[in-house]
């Protein structure tokens, strides 16, 4: 089975997979950043570099969902393959930071890819405001991340909005903006117990 957890930098996705694959005993696939080699220059100068940076992860990511494929366990993964076409990658050409060449020969590259895989069993959506973002990116501190505009967060969090309201597959969407579930058990326990009614049956 595999399950993705999906939502806009910052929404606690990684550690949301942590959580669930230490309490599940699930198998995390953690997305390409600390080791990405374009994300730091991306972050400097976005046009430039986005058709590195996303063709660099378009190819990470099919790498992980092709290793998904063959796993017999539950594998849980922080962002998925999809999340990078419909949010990032259609957010980065509609800001003009890929041009059309670059687009189409990405979107033709990820449709060869579509055809060899499948959508996640079930995705688990973080929904976060842009204040609550905001923060958690300035508490982890990364430095590439502090010059994110809140424009550029704006139009991921909209294009989130749009693709998880057609999203036709098994869904689950978790209000994060006042939920601790790294710091309280109880906000946890909120999600593992719709996890467990959606996949189990149990509530």
Known sequence: MHIGIAGNIGSGKTTLTTLLARHYGWTPKFESVTYNPYLEDYYADIKRWSFALEMYFLQQRLHDVLEISKSEGVIIQDRTLLEGV???????????NLSERDYKTYMDTYNVMMSVVKEPDLMIYLRSSIQHLVSQI?????????TISIDYLSGLNERYENWIAQY????????????DFLNRPEDFQKITDRIDAELYGLF
Do not use: T
């Not at 419909?86 to 003009?96: D, E, K, R, S």
């Not at 300035?138 to 502090?146: F, I, L, P, S």
């Open 168 to 179: 036709k597959g098994r869904l689950i969407i978790i209000e994060a903006d006042d939920l």
């Open 86 to 96: 419909h949010i990032f990658v259609a957010n980065n050409f509609a800001q003009g």
């Open 138 to 146: 300035q508490k982890r501190g990364r430095d590439y991340e502090q």
